[in-house]
């Protein structure tokens, strides 16, 4: 069955106001974000392409997969990048009861904070796919999370797409706050890989810089 992420209509904004969506400022920041790592190649191939535009991102990291690769996650922390907690297996929430999303996300945070590298930082946690009913919202809040969405999505996932579709679709929609996501993951390499370098240029060309949320 083919899932379709939460789109950040107008009124999904209004009734959650305390997520954060986009950063408020007048200046030319965008804040780019990775979903589903650390993946073997991808993000190391993402932290390059970063780096050369000396741009900062905030990594929202499958726990099971910094268990998986955790020379991988380390290298996301060397770099000066953000971090957040994604869950322990990319799980849906609105088909888990809260009592089990809560345990996921707390596998997580001490896969976290396991790693020596982790100093004081603000706790992000983005939902899976955008799925979050308001309890389990709630609840994460009061575990000291922010909860981050976003207002762009680059589709890069989606492979009925093409790479220039994803580039339009982060293109013509960002602009100074926004929150961008991408993913560093095998299923949307090849629209990442061709996107992300022409998004870096084309934005660094025009003045903006690219940010963690931290």
């Known amino acids: 069955m083919r899932i379709t992420p939460v789109k950040t209509p107008v009124i999904a904004k209004k009734a959650f106001p305390n997520y954060l969506w986009n950063v408020e400022t007048t200046e030319k920041e965008l804040y780019l974000t990775f979903d589903d790592g650390p993946t073997p190649e991808i993000t190391e191939w993402t932290l390059n392409v970063l780096e050369t535009y000396s741009a900062k991102a905030t990594f929202f990291c499958i726990g099971a997969n910094i268990d998986k690769h955790p ?25 888990t009861n809260t009592n089990d999303y809560l345990s996921e996300v707390k596998t997580t945070e001490a896969t976290i904070n396991s790693n020596a590298e982790i100093k004081q930082r ?93």
């Not at 020379?71 to 849906?92: C, D, P, R, S, V």
């Open 122 to 214: 603000r706790k992000l946690f983005r939902p899976p796919y955008g799925q979050i009913k308001p309890k389990q919202g709630k609840a994460i809040s009061e575990l000291g999370y922010e909860v981050v969405m976003w207002d762009v999505l680059s589709f890069d996932w989606d492979q009925s797409i093409s790479a220039e579709q994803c580039l339009n679709n982060v293109k013509t929609k960002s602009k100074p706050g926004s929150i961008i996501v991408f993913h560093d993951s095998v299923k949307a390499s090849k629209n990442l890989m061709a996107t992300l370098p022409q998004i870096l240029k084309e934005f660094s060309d025009q003045g903006y810089i690219f940010k963690a949320i931290d």
């Open 71 to 95: 020379e991988i996650f380390k290298k996301i922390l060397h770099q000066g990048h953000a971090i957040g907690n994604h869950t322990q297996h990319h799980i849906k929430g609105w088909k």
